[in-house]
């Protein structure tokens, strides 16, 4: 029975060592992490490689609910496929588990905030912006990532989940990218 950590941060700005620290001491081994937003479970390979590997009996450990993301459906839905392999999740802050079914309760009440939680953000910044465009100093988000790199890389025959580990964004960002479609968006 292993003891699964995962950490993951919004952006390549923010730093994942307390996280990792965190899943470390509670003995997690193997510790996956990533910087990728959790809004939705898109571009998040580290993910998807924990829920393809863990067996009967496992543990996946994350130090918040909100690191494992922040729709309830989401959430709710790699709790099933857990349970699909007999596998459990344990969430450190506070101390939770689906080993029970309070655990369970517990959970998805969790998972509801943290998606109220991430609209509420998602309002502030939108008022936040309306209010600069007004007073004229919104000019929007400085771009993080080397398009131009990205477009090379990718001529070059990486794949995009190849290039997506690179430049630390999600393979649907290299996507949009290669596509033409962000041209005047921020990252």
């Known amino acids: 029975m292993a003891r699964i950590g995962y950490a993951r941060v919004s952006s390549v700005d923010q730093d994942l060592e307390v996280q990792i620290e965190r899943l470390e001491a509670e003995g997690c081994k193997p510790i996956r992490s990533e910087k990728v937003s959790g809004a939705s479970r898109d571009g998040r390979s580290e993910l998807a490689a924990i829920l393809d590997f863990i067996r009967e009996g496992d543990e996946l450990v994350v130090v918040r609910l909100d690191r494992l993301g922040r729709d309830t459906r989401d959430v709710l839905n790699i709790v099933h496929e857990l349970d699909q392999r007999g596998a459990f999740l344990t969430v450190l802050d506070p101390h939770v588990s689906t080993r029970g079914e309070p655990g369970r309760i517990v959970l998805t009440v969790l998972?509801?905030?943290?998606?109220?939680?991430?609209?509420?953000?998602?309002?502030?910044?939108?008022?936040?912006?309306?209010?600069?465009?007004?007073?004229?100093?919104?000019?929007?988000?400085?771009?993080?990532?080397?398009?131009?790199?990205?477009?090379?890389?990718?001529?070059?025959?990486?794949?995009?989940?190849?290039?997506?580990?690179?430049?630390?964004?999600?393979?649907?960002?290299?996507?949009?990218?290669?596509?033409?479609?962000?041209?005047?968006?921020?990252?």
Do not use: N, T
């Open 111 to 187: 998972g509801m905030v943290a998606q109220m939680e991430r609209r509420f953000i998602k309002e502030r910044q939108k008022d936040g912006i309306e209010k600069a465009k007004l007073s004229k100093v919104y000019k929007g988000g400085a771009r993080r990532v080397d398009r131009e790199a990205v477009k090379a890389m990718s001529a070059g025959g990486k794949g995009p989940a190849e290039v997506a580990r690179a430049f630390g964004i999600s393979r649907m960002h290299v996507y949009r990218i290669l596509k033409g479609e962000e041209a005047g968006a921020a990252d």
